[in-house]
């Protein structure tokens, strides 16, 4: 059990890591960059924000990303990746805990 749930997170890890690749992809399909590389970087921004003690990590998360990620992207397409890739990996969870709990919560009263 202990085997399969590191699998798991390992797994569920590349695929949150490997999310600016896709925004990227999506951005400019034309861009060629190594997956590897973009997880790595994308590892260490979630590293340096770790250590930022405001809540939800708000403009050192931004600032991190822009200044490892500016050497991928162009400047003006920048901006939009910050946004695309924030909204994916802190609003959007947020978004969709209010709506599960919202569901629980009906589901819970009418027992």
Known sequence: MLIKSILLTT???????????????GISPTTNIDIVLVICASAFVHLVTAFIPTPGSTFGAEGTFYIIFSTFFSNEKIIFAIFLWRLCTFYLPIILGIICMAFN???LSSV
């Open 11 to 25: 797994l569920q890890l590349i695929f949150y890591f490997a999310l600016p690749y896709f925004i990227m992809k």
């Open 105 to 107: 919560s009906k589901k």
